[in-house]
């Protein structure tokens, strides 16, 4: 089981389970995260989400070892099924937290980015790192930080692609909370359990709120992104990324 659910007093914390590889998200598990969501958004035991990684990682993109055709319908498939994860996590109507211990890389870090509190330790690493492989970044990245951040911080994090840490990030803010490593999880802990006792009905009517303030429409912005994301996940630069990434080469991109 590489994702885990446990529900105690009405907080329900999302384990992403599969350390070795540092919490990548497989085909499989990005479904089975994407059930876990809906799931806790329709139980009336849970009144918080905790998402959090095992071991030294909360999520470090998606696993680019795992091998399938390069097709439109392939493509529009893993891009609805990520945009699904964030928009679960976004319209929640519950505090939804991340507890970011280690690597938030790509979709990893979008999932973080998605959610309403980010606590997160001096060790963590923030990064889209989408144009290694070729690719744009997704899963609402560019939309979410350029709310956080602004456009030109936004660029820079996305076209330059390099990792933050968790003070950096804090002092972006792009951090909730900078938490030392061994009390990340207990002061997480600690917000579920005091969010949980408060009127979670109002702090999901206050999520719509903060939805409404964007300028653009997230749901639409996402449709834009999937259609670009396609379009990369046909080319060969993408191919070349791919393959450097896995044989851990520095790649050598083409334009095309």
Request: glycine residues 8%; negative net charge.
């Amino acid at each position: 089981m590489t994702i885990s659910t446990e529900i105690e007093s009405g907080v329900a914390t999302i384990v992403l389970d599969r350390p070795e590889r540092r919490n990548a998200l497989s085909a499989q598990m990005r479904l089975d995260f994407l059930e876990a969501l809906l799931t806790s958004a329709q139980s009336d035991d849970v009144r918080v989400v905790v998402i959090r990684g095992a071991s030294k990682a909360f999520c470090a993109g998606a696993d680019m070892s795992e091998k399938s055709e390069a097709s439109i319908p392939n493509g529009r498939h893993r891009i609805h099924v990520a945009h699904s994860i964030v928009k679960a996590i976004a319209h929640l109507e519950k505090p939804v937290i991340a507890a970011v211990g280690g690597d938030a890389v790509g979709i990893g870090w979008s999932i973080a980015l998605a959610c309403d509190f980010i606590l997160a330790s001096p060790s963590a690493r923030f990064g889209q790192v989408f144009k290694k492989i070729g690719l744009a970044p997704d899963g609402g990245s560019v939309y979410l930080l350029s709310q956080y951040v602004g456009v030109l911080r936004a660029k820079e994090l996305t076209m330059t692609g390099r990792l933050v840490g968790g003070e950096d990030a804090y002092r972006m803010g792009l951090v909730t909370e900078l938490v030392d490593d061994e009390n990340l999880y207990a002061r997480t802990s600690e917000l579920a359990n005091e969010l949980a006792g408060s009127a979670v009905l109002a702090m999901g009517m206050t999520k719509r709120l903060f939805l409404a303030v964007g300028g653009s429409d997230f749901d639409r912005f996402l449709e834009i992104e999937s259609h670009i994301q396609n379009q990369l996940l046909q080319t060969s630069d993408h191919a070349e990324g791919v393959d450097a990434f896995l044989s851990k080469r520095a790649p050598n991109f083409k334009g095309r």
